[in-house]
């Protein structure tokens, strides 16, 4: 019976720890449903853990794994731009992590908004993210770490 139980341990934490985002990701320039009057469609959802980072940020992480979704809204030769995608880096660090390809010099960003409080949260205006998700992770950890001692 304990065995069954670290497995079952084993295996929650591994399904928490290997769990990817989901988010939208479209450019308004392409879509106009992709604008400030987001409509969802299908060819939309993108699950982040098969999308590579940004070349310009691939240095700085320490893990190339999306960490959330983002709503980035810029202007580009005058043009205002809505770019929905997935979000590498710290949530708390978005002054670094949000910041343009150095390469694009005519664009000026006007705001990036991140979230990782659930799948495709970058549809519309975001707020701060649930922290619910990581409770979940942890409680799944500590079981795993205590039902030995448990038994």
């Known amino acids: 019976m304990r065995q069954y139980l670290l497995l079952f341990g084993a295996l929650i934490s591994l399904l928490a720890s290997a769990y990817a985002i989901k988010c939208y990701a479209c450019e308004s320039v392409y879509e106009t449903s992709c604008g400030e009057d987001f409509e969802v469609e299908n060819h939309f959802k993108y699950d982040c853990a098969f999308i590579a980072p940004p070349r310009f940020l691939e240095n700085d992480l320490l893990s ?22 997935c979000y590498f880096g710290d949530v708390n660090a978005t002054d670094v992590w949000c910041r343009m390809d150095p390469t694009l010099t005519a664009v000026q960003n006007a705001s ?23 409770w979940k992770i942890l409680s799944s950890l500590v079981v795993f770490l205590l039902a030995p001692q448990l038994l």
């Open 64 to 85: 190339v794994n999306a960490t959330a979704c983002l709503k980035r809204v810029f202007k580009e030769n005058g043009v205002r731009k809505i770019v929905r995608g």
């Open 112 to 134: 990036c908004h991140v979230c990782d409080d659930e799948n495709y949260c970058n549809a519309a205006e975001m707020g701060p993210a649930n922290p619910m998700d990581k």
